[in-house]
């Protein structure tokens, strides 16, 4: 994900890291390979992803053997730690981390030397251009990466969320615990969380550090006219004896993104609407009850 300011939650990598180390990153990154799969028919050599962050994907990637990948963030913290991970599994010599805006062509340029088989915009990182305008830049910016017939996946929030007035309502709110090693507890609701004694507190971990995260909060605005979530992020971590270490609350501004946008910016800037998922998976369709994300295909043309 993309860095939007230098205080933040998304500045301590460690904490970013374990907030979402429930997500199935294995699976995801074969999704990766799939998807280039089901676009191309020689196998996937080379990798972009961009909004690295911790850069599971891209780490993952190269272990199952893609020959050259790089991550490029605009966060100074994130790379060095990406650098770090990368390093402590072995992999400093089959990955590259460049410091890069998203929305800066000369960033890219920087980070590569020749152009890439696939890439990826991961964990809803197109949600931070917050106009059209810093969208195409950016989605031209990879298209500029890739090589005529790759492939490059968009992970966004579900189109429903906006239809369905979901960000027009009050109780708006994701709230989970995490540890290190990945074992979560979700409360769907701040309701939920009063009842529920694990996520009053958070539950002592043997030796690992937790973080408790809460995405959103009543009150938070949409702006209907810009299609704009005003989001609070909040991540606190402890200790494995619930000793509170870090707190970070902060507004984050979300654009969210239609289909039918999708497929206007892609065609603007290169690219072509390939498939589209409603989770990181192909058994997922987009109208699916249980699909929760957009994930876009698209075809560089």
Sequence with gaps: MQACASSTSYSNPTVYDIAFSFRDFEAEA???????ASVRQDPMKSFLEVGCGPARHTLLLAEAGIQECVGIDASSE????????????????????????????????????????????MLGTLSHCLDNASAIQTLHNIAECVKVGGVLVVELGHPRDIFQGSFCSDGFVECWEVSESGEVDFAEDESDSEDDDQNEDPSPAKDELRVMV?????????????????????????????????????????????????DLLAKATGWEVASVWGDLSFDVPLDADEAYRMVVILKRN
Excluded: W
Excluded at 85 to 111: I, N, S, Y
């Design 78 to 121: 994130m790379i060095n730690y990406a650098r770090e991970t990368a390093q402590a599994m072995g992999l400093d010599d089959k990955v590259k981390f460049a410091l890069a805006d998203m929305t800066d062509p000369a960033g890219f340029h920087a980070a590569l030397t020749e152009k890439v088989d696939g890439a990826a915009i």
């Design 30 to 36: 074969a999704f990766l390979m799939e998807a280039h």
């Design 214 to 262: 809460e995405y959103g909060r009543e009150g938070d605005c949409f702006d209907v006219d810009r299609q704009i979530l005003h989001r609070t992020v909040g991540m606190s971590l402890f200790d494995p004896d619930a000793t509170l270490l870090s707190s970070n609350v902060e507004t984050v501004q979300q654009r969210q993104f239609t289909l039918q946008e999708m």
